[in-house]
């Protein structure tokens, strides 16, 4: 049983618990010879370790799909909790969390909608738990050998409902990489770094979503800055791929790479995609809390976003 969710979020540990992984896969030339040769729709099975040809094909692309990491039950189990912390959030009227906005817009059916959920693994015990599941262990290996879960830390575990209603915050994202955010956050050039998310919905590439430039996290860090213009262009590359999903499925994607949120051609209910990034990390200790200031690249977007949902566009 899982107890009822806390009052007040869980507070940041002085030291955090670092969690160990399994060693990284070994690759062989033949392995890279059978993640090229494999199709770049390919949904992969999870097991206890990353396979040599799965470390390649990631090597290669970019990015991994997992089947069915997520068990039906578990899905219902999120997305039941993520709805009940939408009334808590609504009802308090909470704007931020650690100085992370918490984006709102219009629901499908008119009321206020939270598209955009941070830090929830501090709110919802559930989550805090399931991110540290075993079977997680080899994801995060692909990380490092010792990761932690950064419940406390950049914008916490991310939850994202899109939606394309007339008001919605967040119908679509442009162009970007994530590696950007490093260099404003830690003014570091941006090194490998993996973002894990988890998907809800059955997102076909006629239904909008995840589309990824295959590769594209093997470029210098010119093209890392200048290849597209960040967040404002959504045009269609020749190069992306649909990365598309079945509700479980789990995604690895490299920072490095370009990618961004396709708009769904449905409208209300019927073009909603939920998607969680887990951070899975193993950089310096940088928790957060409720004195931490908002990051520059998250002023702009509230703004941005704001003008958006008052001129319902
Ligand atoms: O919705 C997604 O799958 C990706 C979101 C994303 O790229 C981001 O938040 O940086
Ligand atoms: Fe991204």
Request: hydrophobic share 35%; aromatic share 10%; proline share 8%.
């Amino acid at each position: 049983m899982i107890a009822a969710a806390p009052a007040r979020p869980i507070a940041a540990a002085p030291t955090p618990e670092m969690l160990t992984s399994p060693p990284a896969a070994e690759v062989s030339e033949a392995d890279r010879r059978e993640a090229r040769s494999l199709p770049l729709t390919t949904r992969f099975h999870l097991g206890e370790r990353i396979t040599p040809v799965q470390q390649a094909f990631l090597d290669e692309h970019g990015f991994l799909v997992f089947a069915q990491v997520a068990k039906p039950d578990e899905v219902e189990r999120i997305l039941a909790e993520i709805d009940a912390l939408q009334e808590r959030w609504l009802a308090e009227g909470r704007k931020e969390v650690n100085g992370i906005p918490i984006f709102v817009g219009t629901g499908p059916d008119g009321g206020p909608f939270i598209q955009r959920f941070a830090f929830t693994s501090l709110y919802v015990p559930y989550l805090y738990d399931f991110v540290r599941d075993a079977r997680f262990a080899p994801i995060r290996s692909l990380v490092g050998r010792k990761t932690r879960v950064g419940d406390h830390e950049k914008d916490g575990l991310v939850f994202n409902r899109n939606l394309n209603v007339p008001g919605s915050a967040y119908p679509r994202l442009g162009w970007h990489t994530d590696g950007l955010r490093d260099l404003f956050l830690n003014r570091t050039v941006p090194g490998p770094m993996l973002n894990v998310g988890m998907h809800f919905d059955r997102i076909r590439k006629e239904d909008g979503g995840l589309r990824i430039i295959p590769g594209s996290h093997r470029q210098g860090f010119w093209d890392m800055l200048t290849r597209k213009p960040y967040f404002v262009s959504h045009d269609v590359d020749p190069d992306e791929i649909a990365v598309e999903t079945e509700p479980g499925d789990l995604t690895v994607h490299d920072g490095r790479t370009w990618h961004r949120v396709e708009r769904s051609p449905h409208v209300g209910r019927r073009s909603l995609r939920r998607t969680m990034y887990v951070p899975y990390v193993t950089d310096a200790y940088a928790p957060k809390d409720e004195s931490s200031r908002t990051p520059f690249y998250h002023r702009l977007g509230r703004v941005a976003r704001e003008l958006r949902v008052k001129l319902k566009r």
